[in-house]
């Protein structure tokens, strides 16, 4: 007997669904609204505080298929305004990429850590990603939708890290809000997880590294893996993030799926 296919009749594995993006104007968020789009997502929503850039990447995907909503994640009205604008809109919600998040400059080994900068870091990276699950469950409930939410953690999240302290807390931070979020929420059928990935260039990376040549990125974060013959790219995230949204893997929660090419610590 044939398997049952988890894809819907028209091959789009999205088809009908409606889904956020936070962080959505470039990077892995970008990527993944492209990739939501393709695989039939009836609506994205883009969220980001870089409005410019968030429109332009809406108006090129179409806007039957995308728009924009500016939204700092770490003031909960906005969050809130920007769910309630979606269910408002399209009728529910049953995808939340919560991606959007912040790493500074700063080495921040424990010993110097600059409170301001751990502050805007747990703001932006536990704070915002916590309000976002928030909303997005209690819409979910609220609709009966059997949703799922997809957090964005980093293998720093699994590791102690010689620097970028604050980073490497924020998204330990990150992997626990998702198990948390993924038991509480099992009873309401949604599904929770997270995806971790490998260091790769992003317009964030490479402003932290001081280039824009994202072939200098890939070399310098090249050495934290051990597959050869492939580079990271914001494209095998999004397509993680796919998997996890979708039915086919219908019966997976509280898990963070890592995307680091076997990892050198």
């Known amino acids: 007997m044939e398997a049952e296919s988890t894809s819907t009749n028209n091959g789009q594995k999205l088809s009908g669904k409606v889904a956020i993006v936070t962080g959505g104007a470039s990077g892995i968020g970008e990527a993944t609204a492209r990739v939501f789009a393709g695989q039939g997502a009836r609506m994205v929503v883009i969220a980001d505080i870089q409005g410019e850039l968030g429109n332009q990447v809406a108006a090129s995907i179409g806007s039957q298929r995308c728009t924009f909503v500016h939204c700092d994640v770490t003031d909960e009205d906005e969050v809130q305004r920007l769910v309630q604008f979606t269910v408002n809109n399209y009728g529910q919600l049953d995808i939340m990429f919560s991606n959007a998040g912040f790493c500074s400059s700063s080495l921040q080994t424990v010993i110097d850590l600059d409170m301001s900068e751990f502050d805007r870091t747990l703001s932006i990276n536990v704070r915002g990603m916590a309000l976002c699950v928030k909303h997005a469950a209690r819409a979910m409930v609220e609709k009966r939708v059997r949703g799922t939410i997809v957090c964005t953690a980093s293998v720093a999240g699994s590791h102690g890290s010689s620097q970028k302290t604050d980073y490497s807390i924020s998204k330990h931070g990150v992997i626990g809000l998702m198990r948390s979020a993924s038991v509480q929420l099992a009873e309401h059928g949604i599904r929770v997880n997270s995806v971790s990935p490998n260091g790769l260039a992003t317009p964030m990376t490479c402003k932290l590294l001081g280039t824009s040549e994202e072939k200098v990125v890939q070399e310098a974060y090249g050495q934290y893996k051990r597959l050869k ?37």
């Open 229 to 265: 013959g492939v580079v990271l790219t914001t494209k095998h995230v999004a397509d993680a993030v796919l998997f996890l949204v979708s039915n086919d893997s219908e019966f997976v929660t509280g898990h963070d799926l890592v995307v680091d090419g076997s990892l050198i610590w």
